[in-house]
C-alpha cells in the first residue's frame, strides 16, 4: 500500500508526534480477545484424510516415492521398503491392522488433544509485536471509537522511505469461523510420515487473521516477532519521513493548531488536512487545513 493510516486519540497522536515512536503491541493489550489468541479448529473430512493417508503409507511401501521432506516416523517407515514377500494392493493395504489401525488412533488422538496443541501453539505468539494499521482514513466508525468521537486524528504513514518496516505489511484476511489447523493434504501428509506443519504458514494465521466482524476496519499488519524484550508493548522510533501526512477533524481544531508549528517543525513535508462531514452523504471529505492564528 502507499499509504497506512493510524487512527489515535489527541495524546496519543500528540506523544506520537513529539517522540517520534509508534507502539508496537502484543495479543493481551488488542482490544480484540479473539485477537491472535483464537482456538484453532479441525475442520477435516475423516474419511478423506483417512484415506488419504493411508494411500500415500502405501507408496512408502510399494509405489513410487514422493519427494517431500519426512519425518522421523516417516523414515522408520520409509527403512521398511522392501521388507514383504509380495506387493499389497491399495484396499489389501487399507484394511491391514497393522496401517488402517495406527491411523484411526493418530486421528482419535489429534481431534481428543485438538484443544491443548491449539493453547501451546498460540503460546508460542503471545508475545509477539505487531503494528496496526488500516488502509482507509474516512471510517466514521473508527474515527468515533479509536480517535475519541473524532476529536483525535489520523497520521498518515508512507512506505516510500528507505528501510521501512512498513514494506512488510500484510493485510488481514477476515474469516467467519475460526481456522483449522489442518487441512485434509496437511494431516494426511503428517499421518503418512511427511512434514505437515509449517511454522511460518502458522504464524501468518496467528498474526493476519481476524473475525469478519472487524472486516469494516481493513486492517494491515506489521509483525516484530518477539522485538527487543519480553514487555507486553514498545515504543519504537519510525524516521520523520515516513509519517507523511496528518489529517484533523471539525473537533479536533484546537489540537490542529496546538500541533501545526511543531509538525512543521519537526515534519516539513507532512500534508496538514480537515476532514468534514459531507452535506449530501454519510461520509466525510478531506481539504487541506487552513491555517489561523
Given at each position: 500500500m502507499p499509504h497506512l493510516f493510524k487512527y489515535v486519540t489527541p495524546s496519543t497522536g500528540r506523544k506520537i508526534i513529539e517522540n517520534g515512536t509508534l507502539r508496537w503491541s502484543t495479543p493481551p493489550t488488542l482490544n480484540d480477545p479473539f485477537d491472535m489468541q483464537f482456538a484453532f479448529q479441525l475442520w477435516i473430512d475423516r474419511r478423506t484424510v483417512r484415506a488419504m493417508a493411508l494411500d500415500k503409507m502405501w507408496q512408502h511401501f510399494f509405489g513410487e516415492l514422493l519427494d517431500q521432506p519426512l519425518t522421523e516416523g516417516g523414515r522408520m517407515i520409509r527403512q521398511r521398503r522392501g521388507e514383504f514377500t509380495r506387493c499389497m494392493s491399495r484396499e489389501e493395504f487399507s484394511k491391514d491392522p497393522e496401517f488402517a489401525d495406527v491411523v484411526d488412533e493418530t486421528i482419535d488422538m489429534t481431534e481428543k488433544n485438538m484443544a491443548q496443541t491449539s493453547a501451546t501453539i498460540l503460546r508460542m505468539?503471545?508475545?509477539?509485536?505487531i503494528l496496526c494499521l488500516s488502509d482507509i482514513p474516512d471510517s466514521i466508525l473508527m474515527w468515533s471509537y479509536y480517535a475519541q468521537n473524532h476529536a483525535g486524528m489520523v497520521l498518515r504513514f508512507t512506505d516510500a522511505a528507505p528501510n521501512n518496516p512498513l514494506t512488510r505489511a500484510q493485510r488481514v484476511i477476515y474469516v467467519d469461523q475460526m481456522p483449522s489447523l489442518f487441512d485434509?493434504?496437511?494431516?494426511?501428509?503428517?499421518?503418512?510420515?511427511?512434514?505437515?506443519?509449517?511454522?511460518?504458514?502458522?504464524?501468518?494465521?496467528?498474526?493476519?487473521?481476524?473475525?469478519?466482524?472487524?472486516?469494516?476496519?481493513?486492517?494491515?499488519?506489521?509483525?516484530?516477532?518477539?522485538?527487543?524484550?519480553?514487555?507486553?508493548?514498545?515504543?519504537?522510533?519510525?524516521?520523520?519521513?515516513?509519517?507523511?501526512?496528518?489529517?484533523?477533524?471539525?473537533?479536533?481544531?484546537?489540537?490542529?493548531?496546538?500541533?501545526?508549528?511543531?509538525?512543521?517543525?519537526?515534519?516539513?513535508?507532512?500534508?496538514?488536512?480537515?476532514?468534514?462531514?459531507?452535506?449530501?452523504?454519510?461520509?466525510?471529505?478531506?481539504?487541506?487545513?487552513?491555517?489561523?492564528?
Open positions: 505468539f503471545e508475545n509477539d509485536k485434509d493434504e496437511m494431516l494426511s501428509n503428517m499421518l503418512a510420515g511427511y512434514k505437515g506443519l509449517d511454522e511460518r504458514q502458522i504464524m501468518d494465521v496467528v498474526t493476519y487473521t481476524k473475525s469478519s466482524l472487524w472486516s469494516h476496519e481493513r486492517e494491515w499488519r506489521v509483525s516484530a516477532n518477539r522485538g527487543r524484550s519480553d514487555r507486553p508493548y514498545e515504543d519504537l522510533p519510525f524516521n520523520a519521513k515516513e509519517l507523511d501526512g496528518v489529517i484533523f477533524e471539525v473537533r479536533a481544531e484546537a489540537e490542529r493548531r496546538a500541533l501545526t508549528a511543531l509538525l512543521k517543525a519537526r515534519y516539513p513535508h507532512v500534508e496538514l488536512l480537515q476532514a468534514k462531514a459531507r452535506s449530501d452523504a454519510f461520509a466525510l471529505t478531506f481539504e487541506p487545513a487552513i491555517s489561523r492564528p
